[in-house]
């Protein structure tokens, strides 16, 4: 159920990915008050991109596509999904301690989990923070590293205190049936 995939893009495609999100401050990031955790905690906030989301609201589509999403393309590409519902990137700054968002899915439907999407996790930047899943499992922070799963299984992010910031792409979409 859960996959972890390490390598997933090719170096320089990796290091592309990288550059643009942490290094050469072309990114455009918007700070975000609160992480998926509902506590009011000082250090309960986060820096966040949308690169991507499609959704219905009152039946009427509505989407955003960042001007910046070119930067993705590979990844995209190699996820060959059906279509896309979200893509969005989250950076957390390093805290004096580590800390737990909630367990949360990425996409509910009519209060429910959605069991017909997959979620995909693409860590930028190694560092000791780690994705935390309802079922125990754990899956480390490592640059390069694509983790996918069905978006009904409550996870959670777990941050860093070895590194300035913690990098994900957290993508949400539909893949061809197997």
């Known amino acids: 159920m859960i996959e972890v995939i390490d390598n997933y893009l090719s170096p320089l495609q990796h290091k592309n990915i990288l550059d643009f999100m942490l290094v050469d401050g072309r ?32 039946g009427v589509a509505n ?26 990137a989250n ?10 968002s909630d367990f949360h899915y990425d996409l509910k439907m009519n209060g429910k989990p959605c069991d017909f999407m997959t979620t995909g996790i693409y860590y930028v930047n ?20 694509y983790v996918k799963f069905p978006s009904n299984i409550m996870h959670r992010g777990v941050s860093q205190v070895d590194t300035k910031v913690r990098c994900v792409l957290n993508l949400n979409y539909f893949e061809f049936p197997t």
Request: hydrophobic share 30%; charged share 25%; net charge neutral.
């Open 27 to 58: 990114c455009d990031w918007k700070y975000n008050n609160k992480k998926v955790k509902s506590s009011d905690d000082d250090y309960n906030f986060q820096f966040t991109h949308l690169f991507f989301t499609f959704h219905s609201l009152g």
């Open 63 to 88: 989407h955003v596509v960042s001007n910046q999403i070119e930067v993705l393309k590979p990844l995209v590409n190699r996820i060959g999904c059906i279509s896309l519902h979200r893509i969005k």
């Open 91 to 100: 950076l957390e700054p390093v805290k004096p301690e580590r800390s737990y």
């Open 126 to 145: 190694t560092n000791d923070g780690y994705t935390e899943f309802e079922t125990g499992d754990k899956v480390d922070s490592i640059a390069n590293r």
